[in-house]
Every structure is written in structure tokens, then in C-alpha cells.
């Protein structure tokens, strides 16, 4: 299967600041790419959804300004936390579909987020 | 709005043995897939398995196959000869416009 790469896999930071996450297709253009949060022993809950060049589409209740994605590339999407908190602890996954196979969705490994 | 639900939080097999975990979907949509994923302890998604909802046939990949149901909305999971590397968090998903829904998870633990 295609493989999607996120990185980091863990970051902590305080309060306050923000942390930027990426998300890379290494071997196929993602047209697509999904930002999740899992919340820990729960399932997926899907953030947003961003094609290349377009502004994202964000899910209710998502907070947009809080939660800035960027998807500049077919290759490449970009989460940033702005102003994290504590209550923004969680686990975040990306992944992304590619044009051929477009209702396969292949995920990142994930990234730990622990704001102090 | 689609909801997935897995009606069983734990299940447990032996090895060797086979398990059925289950899944229901509710939709008006005609035009859907179904996926099986699974989440190892290394929280790294991976596709297990995928139906298209027009086909009949059900879809199976080597110990992997499903039972799909359209008209009552079910889809399970059968593993066969399980294996230890099995063990992992399963979920269900529900695609629609490239999207997924995806229900709270069956978590397999799979005895030696």
C-alpha cells in the first residue's frame, strides 16, 4: 500500500505556544488529505479536510483558527495548533487518498501531542 | 448523518481459532464503502479489508474475509487461524464521498 509519513511522532510544548504537524504522501499524490484526533481508547473523529491548493473544509465544532491547515502540495498537508492547551492533548492522524484509488485512505503513524 | 456501531468493545481468541466481530451501519446512501482497519499498539492505522457496497460478493483477503449484509446494514469481520500479530484495535468505517466514518473499535486480544 501507499505510504503516508507524519512527523513528529511526539512533541510537547508549553502552554500557549504552537506546534506545527506534516503530513507527506512519500509515494503517491494525495488529492485528499484528512486531519483525525483520537482521543485515548476512542476512535477517529475527523477534523477537516483539505484538497491541494484549497482552503480546508472543517467538521462542526472544530475550531479553525485554532486548528490552521495548510495543503500546498499534492505531497505535502500541514496541521498547526495555534495557542495549544492542555485540553488540545491528544493524538492527531492524517492521512490521504490518492486520485486512482480514491476511496482508500492511507494514514500517518500518528502524533503525540502533550501541551504542559 | 451515517453512524457505525461495534457492539462489542473486547473480544478474545485463541490462536489458530477463528472470530467474528461485528458491525452495523445505518445510511440512506446507495452508493457507499465499507472498510475494516486496524490499529496495532503502534497506533498506525492499516487497512484490513474493503467491500464495495454495489457488489454482492463479499470481499475477502487471506485469513481476512466479511460478511456484508446491504440490506440489514451489517458488515463483520471474520479472521481465520488467528495469529498472535493479530492482537490490535479493530474499526469499522463507513466511506461516502471520500470520507470516513468510523465506529468505536472492537479491541482483540489474541491468546497463545
Known amino acids: 500500500g501507499a505510504v503516508v509519513s507524519q512527523h513528529p511522532s511526539w512533541v510537547i510544548c508549553k502552554s500557549g505556544t504552537s506546534v506545527k504537524i506534516e503530513c507527506r504522501s512519500l509515494?503517491?499524490?494525495?488529492?485528499?488529505m484528512f486531519w483525525y484526533r483520537q482521543f485515548p481508547k476512542q476512535s477517529l473523529m475527523l477534523m477537516a479536510t483539505?484538497?491541494?491548493?484549497?482552503?480546508?473544509?472543517?467538521e462542526q465544532g472544530v475550531e479553525k483558527d485554532k486548528f490552521l491547515i495548510n495543503h500546498a502540495s499534492l505531497t505535502l498537508s500541514t496541521l498547526t495548533v495555534t495557542s495549544a492547551h492542555p485540553e488540545d492533548s491528544s493524538f492527531y492522524i492524517c492521512?490521504?487518498?490518492?486520485?486512482?484509488?480514491?476511496?482508500?485512505?492511507?494514514f500517518g503513524a500518528g502524533t503525540r501531542l502533550s501541551v504542559l | 448523518a451515517q453512524t457505525v456501531t461495534q457492539s462489542q468493545p473486547e473480544m478474545s481468541v485463541q490462536e489458530a481459532e477463528t472470530v467474528t466481530l461485528s458491525c452495523t451501519y445505518d445510511?440512506?446512501?446507495?452508493?457507499?464503502?465499507l472498510f475494516w482497519y486496524k490499529q496495532p499498539p503502534s497506533r498506525q492505522m492499516i487497512l484490513v479489508i474493503r467491500?464495495?457496497?454495489?457488489?454482492?460478493q463479499n470481499a475477502t483477503e487471506n485469513r481476512f474475509s466479511v460478511n456484508f449484509q446491504k440490506a440489514a446494514k451489517s458488515f463483520s469481520l471474520k479472521i481465520s487461524d488467528s495469529q498472535l500479530g493479530d492482537a490490535a484495535m479493530y474499526f469499522c468505517?463507513?466511506?461516502?464521498?471520500?470520507?470516513?466514518?468510523f465506529g468505536k473499535g472492537t479491541l482483540l486480544t489474541v491468546n497463545p
Open positions: 492521512s490521504g487518498r490518492s486520485g486512482r484509488d480514491g476511496n482508500i485512505q492511507y
Open positions: 509515494d503517491f499524490q494525495a488529492t485528499t
Open positions: 483539505s484538497n491541494e491548493g484549497s482552503k480546508a473544509t472543517y
Open positions: 445510511t440512506s446512501e446507495s452508493d457507499y464503502y
Open positions: 467491500q464495495e457496497a454495489y457488489k454482492q
Open positions: 468505517a463507513y466511506g461516502s464521498n471520500y470520507k470516513l466514518t
